[in-house]
C-alpha cells in the first residue's frame, strides 16, 4: 500500500484504499465527515506528531480504517433499508469518565443474554449481526483479530491497562468517530490544531449516524435491549438523549486524581506506537482540561432526565460488583434471569480484568498531582462523595 509523504490533501489516496480493501464506493454524504477529515490531516502535518518510522503506517491505516467503517454502514443501510424502521426503546448505557470501571461494568452486565452490544468487530464493519457461530470464518471477523494483534504486540502493555477482543463488546466511540469529528482523534495523535476545531463543533451529526449503526448491527434481533458504552458520552449527554430520548444511563465515578492518571498512561502507551517523544505533560493537562468540562456539562443536561441516571461507583463495582448489578436492574425496572446471574457469577470469578497483569503508572509523569486536580474537580467530586 503506498502511503502519500504528507496528510495534508491525501483524503483522495485514502478514500482509494478503503475502496481497494472493501469494493465499495459509497462513503456517505461528504458534507457529513469530509470537514472533520481535511482538518484532521492538516493538523498532522502542521502541527502534528514526530512520527515513528511505523508510526505514519499506523496513522494512515486508522483513517483508511475509520472510512472503512463508514462504506459498511453505507452499503448497510441501502442492502437493509428496513433496518432504520426499527425502534430502539429504553437501551441501557454506560458512561462515565475513563477509568473509573466502565469497562467492568459494561462487560459483566453483557454476560446477561436479554441485552445486545455492539461487538468490536461490528463497530470496525457495521452489517447485521451474523449467527456467533460464524465469526471465525467470517474475513472481517479474521481482519479485526489480526487488527488487534497487530497493535497489541506493538504496545503489549495495553493489554494489562485496557484490554480488548473481535468478539466482546465495546464503545460507541468506535462509531462515533466515522464523522472524524471525535475526541477520538485528540485523544489518540498530537492533533492541537484539530482539536481547537473540534471543540467548537456539534456532535449531533455523529449520533444520528451510532443510532443508524446500532439499527444496522441489530437487524436479525430487533427485540433484544440494547446495551451500550462510552465514557465520551459524559460529554454528549444532550446529543445522547436526542436520540435516545428514553435511555437509561448508568454513571460510574471515581475520584478524578486516580482516574486521570490511570487515563493518560493509556492514551501515552497507545500514542508511543505512532510518536517520537510522546509529550505526557500535554496529556495530562488536555486530558484534565477535557474531562473536567465534560463532568460540568454532564451535570447540567441530566436535569432534563433526571430520573434516567443512575450513579454508580467504582469502588463498588470492585468490592461488590452484584450489588451494583441488582441495584441497576432494580432501579431501570430490569429482571435478572437466573441464567444471567450464573453468567455473570461465573466471570466475576474468572476475573478476567486481572489477566495480563497489573496496570502501573505514576501521576507525576503526567505533570499531575491530587490537589491540583482536587481542585478543579471540587464542585463534582462534591456531588459524588469522591473525596
Known amino acids: 500500500m503506498t502511503i502519500s509523504a504528507t496528510f495534508k490533501g491525501a483524503e483522495g489516496q485514502l478514500h482509494a484504499a478503503a475502496s481497494a480493501a472493501t469494493g465499495l464506493s459509497d462513503f456517505g454524504d461528504a458534507a457529513e465527515y469530509l470537514p472533520g477529515l481535511q482538518r484532521l490531516l492538516a493538523a498532522l502535518d502542521e502541527n502534528g506528531p514526530a512520527f515513528k518510522p511505523q508510526g505514519r503506517a499506523f496513522a494512515w491505516n486508522l483513517l483508511v480504517g475509520v472510512l472503512i467503517s463508514r462504506l459498511f454502514s ?218 473536567q468540562a465534560a463532568v460540568d456539562d454532564a451535570h447540567q443536561a441530566r436535569a432534563r432526565a433526571p430520573g434516567q441516571f443512575l450513579d454508580v461507583l467504582q469502588s463498588d463495582i470492585q468490592r461488590e460488583p452484584m450489588v451494583v448489578v441488582q441495584n441497576i436492574y432494580q432501579h431501570f425496572g430490569l429482571t435478572l434471569s437466573d441464567e444471567a446471574r450464573a453468567r455473570m457469577l461465573e466471570r466475576i470469578s474468572a476475573a478476567p480484568e486481572a489477566r495480563h497483569g497489573e496496570h502501573r503508572y505514576s501521576a507525576e509523569t503526567f505533570g499531575l498531582d491530587s490537589a491540583g486536580i482536587n481542585q478543579r474537580f471540587a464542585p463534582y467530586i462534591q456531588r459524588h462523595a469522591l473525596a
Open 74 to 291: 453505507e452499503q448497510g443501510w441501502k442492502t437493509h433499508p428496513q433496518c432504520l424502521q426499527q425502534p430502539v426503546r429504553r437501551p441501557l448505557i454506560v458512561i462515565g469518565i475513563p477509568r473509573t470501571g466502565t469497562t467492568a461494568l459494561h462487560k459483566l452486565l453483557s454476560m446477561d443474554p436479554q441485552f445486545q452490544g455492539m461487538e468490536r468487530w461490528l463497530t470496525a464493519f457495521p452489517m447485521p449481526r451474523p449467527e456467533r457461530d460464524s465469526w471465525a470464518d467470517n474475513p472481517w471477523y479474521q481482519a479485526c483479530e489480526a487488527g488487534l494483534e497487530q497493535f497489541f504486540a506493538a504496545a503489549p502493555h495495553m493489554r494489562a491497562a485496557h484490554d480488548m477482543r473481535a468478539d466482546d463488546v465495546d464503545e460507541c466511540l468506535e462509531v462515533l468517530k466515522q464523522n472524524f469529528c471525535s475526541n477520538f482523534f485528540g485523544s489518540s495523535l498530537r492533533v492541537p490544531d484539530y482539536d481547537r476545531w473540534w471543540l467548537q463543533q456539534s456532535e449531533a451529526s455523529s449520533y444520528k449516524r451510532l443510532l443508524k449503526v446500532i439499527q444496522l448491527i441489530g437487524t436479525n434481533s430487533p427485540q433484544k435491549t440494547w446495551l451500550l458504552k462510552n465514557p465520551g458520552h459524559v460529554a454528549q449527554v444532550d446529543a445522547l438523549l436526542d436520540v435516545f430520548p428514553d435511555a437509561c444511563v448508568v454513571q460510574t465515578h471515581r475520584s478524578p486524581a486516580s482516574a486521570l492518571p490511570s487515563l493518560c498512561s493509556v492514551l501515552r502507551e497507545a500514542r508511543s506506537i505512532l510518536e517520537e517523544g510522546v509529550d505526557a505533560h500535554a496529556i495530562g493537562q488536555r486530558e484534565t482540561r477535557y474531562w
